[in-house]
């Protein structure tokens, strides 16, 4: 890039704990398109008709509390919505957060497998609990997408999910309570560790590209801050891509139109990946094992937590089929040497 161009991209705009997961040994390999942690989100009428106020930093106890105060099936309304959908980047990232806080693991410091322990049956338990008794209808093959279609039509009075959903709910055309959302932090337990993911979009340029000067230009305009600007002039502030540039949040148009703004970069910001559990594991990543095989024994895991969901296996049995998988994905793949 020229001077020129290197100053208007403003690369230290770019925020560090995003640019961070998108680097190995300090030099970036993509550039974020969003980023995103996670945040509950609340019907602020349904809570005022209860007569019910949200913390603004809640524990997941007394989300159990508020959930089964405002859960009213007969009339067609959800106490939370948690995706119950089989994936490990489905069901496992709401749940990942929920064992990390109640301090949990996947493994110990010499890859022993730690899902089937005391403290991870009482945080998968609790999440199967809140699905079973106050989430939404078919919870265990429900997504994002579905419990996003429950809030936005104002069917549901929780949902704990990821910070990009913000902008979908303050847009009228797509949420029937945009103006009457309230935004809290992630839920916590024992520990703040891992509690709120991190995750990012993002673009990259593959090295048989055969227009690198041009995907370049490319990925460098729809990351830089005047593709913002022109996203939230002409698709409304609130849809702007959120998560990747500090100046975004500084910006007063911005700041009115997303009352989220300011909880998605302080959950952006606090997010724990290289510390995401109370005790120390050898792993990175909060929602994931920042592994080779977990995109396989993850999917797997996942499946067996669906199950529970939909009442078909016991948290037990599925822990302890889940530890299997991992000492055998462990002792066939040699994961300690990662």
């Not at 493994?107 to 989430?135: E, M």
């Not at 055309?173 to 839920?187: D, E, F, H, L, M």
């Not at 199950?307 to 302890?320: E, I, P, R, W, Y």
Request: with cysteine; charged share 10%.
């Amino acid at each position: 890039m020229s001077a020129t161009d290197k100053s208007n991209y403003n690369y230290d705009d770019l925020l560090k704990p995003v640019m961070s997961t998108l680097s190995f040994q300090g030099h970036p390999y993509a550039l974020p398109f969003y980023g995103e942690s996670s945040m509950l989100m609340y019907n602020k009428q349904i809570f005022a008709k209860h007569h019910l106020t949200m913390p603004l930093h809640p524990t997941w106890d007394q989300v159990a509390q508020l959930a089964q105060q405002l859960n009213d099936p007969a009339n067609g309304v959800t106490g939370i919505m948690l995706r119950g959908q089989a994936g490990w980047g489905m069901n496992m990232a709401p749940l990942d957060t929920m064992i990390n806080t109640f301090g949990g693991r996947w493994f110990d410091l010499n890859w022993k497998p730690q899902l089937n322990t005391p403290v991870v049956q009482r945080a998968v338990t609790f999440y199967a609990n809140l699905l079973q008794k106050y989430g939404e209808p078919g919870a265990s093959t429900a997504g994002w997408q579905e419990c996003l279609n429950l809030i936005t039509q104002g069917k549901g009075a929780m949902f704990y999910d990821a910070t990009v959903f913000g902008g979908v709910l303050e847009t009228p055309s797509t949420s029937t309570i945009a103006g009457n959302v309230g935004y809290a932090y992630a839920p916590t337990e024992v520990t703040v560790n891992g509690s709120h993911w991190l995750w990012a979009w993002s673009l990259g340029l593959v090295n048989s590209s055969r227009n690198k000067d041009a995907a370049f230009q490319f990925i460098t305009w729809a990351t830089s801050s005047q593709y913002l600007t022109l996203a939230g002039q002409t698709f409304g502030w609130a849809n702007v891509p959120p998560g990747t540039r500090a100046s975004i949040y500084q910006n007063s148009d911005y700041q009115k139109a997303a009352p989220f703004a300011q909880v998605t970069l302080d959950s952006i910001n606090t997010a724990t990946p290289d510390q995401p559990t109370l005790d120390p594991v050898p792993y990175h990543g909060v929602q994931y094992v920042g592994i080779p095989q977990f995109e396989s024994v993850g999917q797997q895991v996942s499946e067996l937590m669906s199950a529970v969901v939909a009442g078909k296996m016991s948290v037990s049995q599925a822990l302890q089929q889940s530890d299997q998988l991992l000492a055998s994905q462990v002792n066939k793949d040699n994961t300690a040497g990662y």
